[in-house]
Each structure stands twice: as structure tokens, then as C-alpha cells.
């Protein structure tokens, strides 16, 4: 018989992982993304909940982190 796993990064976020990736999104938009940008807003929400998912949690580790894979 066959186990099938699920790993973290499969499961769906709760309302703290949400809240958590919303503090970091919410920062970084006001300090790098021009407001008229949408595009790059969306970009900036999928890349945090991206490394929050594959393990990411400390709030000032994945800000910086989404900054650097921004490229800033």
C-alpha cells in the first residue's frame, strides 16, 4: 500500500499563515511598489505567499526574502 503525504507547502493556509503573509505583503507594498503598478502588486503577493508556502515563516526572513527574489 501506497502512503501519500502531504507536505506543508500542499496545505491550505489558515487565517494566521494569512494574516502573517498580509503584515509582510502589506510593508513591502508600501515601501517598494509604485500604487498605480498592479502587475507588480500581484507579483510582490504571489512570490510572499510562494516562500511563506515552501517554508518561509519568520515575518523579517520572508521580507527580505521577497525582496531579494524581487531583486531589490
Known amino acids: 500500500m501506497i502512503r501519500s ?14 494574516a502573517k503573509c498580509q503584515q509582510v505583503f502589506e510593508r513591502l507594498k508600501a ?14 503577493a504571489a512570490i510572499t505567499i510562494e516562500l511563506y508556502r ?3 515563516r519568520a515575518e523579517d526572513q520572508l521580507r527580505e526574502m521577497v525582496a531579494a527574489a524581487r531583486g531589490h
Request: a negative charge; hydrophobic letters at 15%; one cysteine or more.
Open 54 to 56: 515552501q517554508g518561509v
Open 5 to 18: 503525504e502531504k507536505r506543508r507547502s500542499e496545505e491550505p493556509l489558515n487565517s494566521e499563515d494569512l
Open 31 to 44: 515601501e517598494i511598489c509604485p500604487e498605480d503598478d498592479q502587475e507588480e502588486t500581484n507579483r510582490l
